[in-house]
């Protein structure tokens, strides 16, 4: 498995021509570590640049179709946890051709991968999905301590990526 600078390398190389960025974090808000793409949204609230646009799109992106069509992103990353077997906290850069249709477990309404086929339909734009593999997911609003870890350094990454 690729450590977590080999996966912020790959990121940082997929952005550098980014125009237009739109950054998406899913999950459901109150099982722990699932909501750690909403909290990373979050946490970039008020510090990133006009052509970037954050949505908390919780476990239905597809109501925010439109908004992110009328963005024109260039870009658009997908931040989700997700069971990939590996250790907690792990993080991979994926595309959205690498993930199944039927994923064994999801939070999502839409499969992601079925989102994000409907995305490029609508418009020329590259899209990555930036994964963390839960601890746990019960009921909660904290984060796991690796889950914690993963997510600022993932916050302080896209910081210094989009601020450039």
Known sequence: METKNAVMEKLKEWLSEAKRVVI???????????SVGIKVIQDLQGRVPENVLLIEC???????????????????????????????????????????INSAFSTHFLP?????????????????????QPKEISFGEELSPEVTLSKEKIVKILLSLLLT
């Open 58 to 100: 919780e476990t239905t992106p597809e109501n925010y179709l439109q908004e992110i069509i009328d963005f024109k992103p260039t870009h658009i990353l997908i931040i989700d946890a997700a069971m990939l077997n590996l250790n907690p906290g792990e993080i991979v850069l994926l595309g959205p051709e690498d993930l199944k």
């Open 112 to 132: 992601i991968r079925l989102f994000c086929e409907h995305i490029a339909k609508a418009s020329n734009v590259k899209i990555k999905l930036l994964l963390i």
């Open 24 to 34: 998406i974090g899913l999950g459901n808000p109150i099982l722990t570590d699932d």
